[in-house]
């Protein structure tokens, strides 16, 4: 059974950044693509960012593009997503998920994605 766990997020003030981690196990992390969503109060689940399953290709949403940076270390089992320069809008749950392919696609949905993470909370003060 795959398992992704999220962490690092936290309350921070307007410019600030934060360094998300979300841990993969049991599953054969290096051979899938992964992906970044946030839940925003009131608001949808949206894409962030998703990278290929050697980080060679990335895709970020536009609200993100230039802040923020998705990663992974396979050796690890983990991809990682930096926040700089955060806005209060970014304030939501971070969710990391895998997606069902090597590489993703530049619009990535949810139904491309099948394990899910439980979230971690961004806050983001003006």
């Known amino acids: 059974q795959v398992q992704l766990v999220e962490s690092g997020g936290g309350l921070v003030q307007t410019g600030a950044s934060l360094r998300l981690s979300c841990a993969a196990s049991g599953g054969t992390f290096s051979y899938n693509a992964m992906g970044w969503f946030r839940r925003a109060p009131g608001k949808e689940r949206e894409f962030v960012a998703a990278?290929?399953?050697?980080?060679?290709?990335?895709y970020y949403a536009d609200s993100v593009k230039g802040r923020f940076t998705i990663s992974r270390d396979n050796a690890k089992n983990t991809v990682y997503l930096q926040l700089n320069s955060l806005k209060p809008v970014d304030t939501a749950v971070y969710y990391c998920?895998?997606?069902?392919?090597?590489?993703?696609?530049?619009?990535?949905?949810?139904?491309?994605?099948?394990?899910w993470g439980q979230g971690t909370q961004v806050t983001v003060s003006s």
């Open positions: 998920a895998r997606d069902k392919k090597l590489v993703p696609g530049p619009l990535p949905r949810e139904y491309d994605f099948d394990y």
């Open positions: 990278i290929s399953y050697r980080g060679g290709v990335t």
